[in-house]
C-alpha cells in the first residue's frame, strides 16, 4: 500500500481487495491521514508482504492469542478478537508483528481503538522506548494538522527490561475519536545487540470505548511480554 501525507512507513502500492479499514487516532506503524478535515488511519487487510497470522497454543492464558515475534525475540499475548495487521518502521523502529483491536463501523468507516506491534531497533534501550512512543503519539494524534499535547514520556528500568508510557491529548476533536490516549512500550536488549521492542497504542474513552480494550486488558498485555 502507499500512503501520502505523516506517512510513518510506506508499501508498495496493491490494489485493495477488501474495504479499507480506517483506524481512529490509536495505531503504531500505519500512517495517520490528514485530509478532507478528517484524521484517520488507513490499513488494508490481508496484504501479501505482511507477518503471517499467529496462532493459540496451550501455554496461553484462556482464550487469548500468543503472538510470537521470532524476529524481535518476543512473545506476548493479545485478546482473541485482535486481528493480524500490516507492518512497516516507525522512526528507527522496524516492526515485524502486529494486531488490532475488533474494528467498528463510525460514519461509514471501519476504525479500531488499539494497536500493539513489535520489532527491533538499535540504540540505547531507554531511547528507543521513549523515542517509539513520542513518535507514534505524535502521528497518531494530530488531527487537522493540529498536535496533540503529550504529557512528560515516563521511563523506567525494570529488572532486565525498560518500560515506557505517554499520555496524549488530541488537539481537535471528532464525534470518532477517543478524546485521549496512552502509549505503551517495553524493550530490552537483545543477543544481537539489538533492542526488542513492543510498543501498545490505545485510545480512552469515547463512544466507542468498548471496542477496545479494557484496563485490565491493557495490564494483560504488557505483564505478557516474555522473551523467546
Given at each position: 500500500m502507499s500512503y501520502t501525507g505523516l506517512g510513518v512507513y510506506q508499501q508498495?502500492?496493491?490494489?485493495?481487495n477488501r474495504r479499507p479499514l480506517w483506524i481512529a487516532?490509536?495505531?503504531?506503524g500505519v500512517l495517520a491521514v490528514v485530509g478532507g478535515g478528517t484524521a484517520a488511519v488507513l490499513l488494508t487487510g490481508n496484504d501479501a508482504t505482511s507477518a503471517p497470522t499467529t496462532s493459540a497454543t496451550t501455554t496461553a492464558k484462556p482464550d487469548w492469542t500468543v503472538v510470537e515475534d521470532t524476529q524481535a525475540g518476543l512473545r506476548?499475548?493479545?485478546?482473541?478478537?485482535?486481528?493480524?495487521s500490516p507492518v512497516g518502521t516507525v522512526g528507527a523502529v522496524r516492526l515485524t508483528k502486529s494486531q488490532v483491536s475488533r474494528p467498528f463501523d463510525c460514519q461509514g468507516r471501519n476504525m479500531i481503538q488499539a494497536m500493539v506491534a513489535s520489532?527491533?531497533?538499535?540504540?540505547?534501550v531507554p531511547d528507543v522506548a521513549e523515542a517509539l512512543i513520542v513518535e507514534i503519539a505524535r502521528t497518531s494524534y494530530t488531527v487537522e494538522g493540529q498536535k496533540p499535547k503529550?504529557?512528560?514520556?515516563?521511563?523506567?528500568?525494570?529488572?532486565?527490561?525498560?518500560v515506557a508510557s505517554v499520555e496524549v491529548t488530541p488537539s481537535a476533536v471528532s464525534p470518532c475519536y477517543a478524546p485521549k490516549a496512552t502509549v505503551r512500550a517495553y524493550a530490552r536488549s537483545t543477543r544481537s545487540s539489538k533492542v526488542a521492542v513492543l510498543v501498545l497504542n490505545v485510545a480512552?474513552?469515547?463512544p466507542y470505548v468498548a471496542e477496545g480494550p479494557s484496563e485490565d486488558?491493557?495490564?494483560?498485555?504488557?505483564?505478557?511480554v516474555r522473551p523467546l
Open positions: 508498495q502500492p496493491k490494489p485493495p487516532l490509536a495505531v503504531a506476548y499475548e493479545v485478546p482473541p478478537s485482535w486481528e493480524t520489532g527491533t531497533a538499535t540504540g540505547e503529550l504529557g512528560k514520556p515516563e521511563v523506567r528500568g525494570v529488572e532486565e527490561h525498560t480512552e474513552g469515547g486488558d491493557v495490564n494483560r498485555i504488557m505483564e505478557s
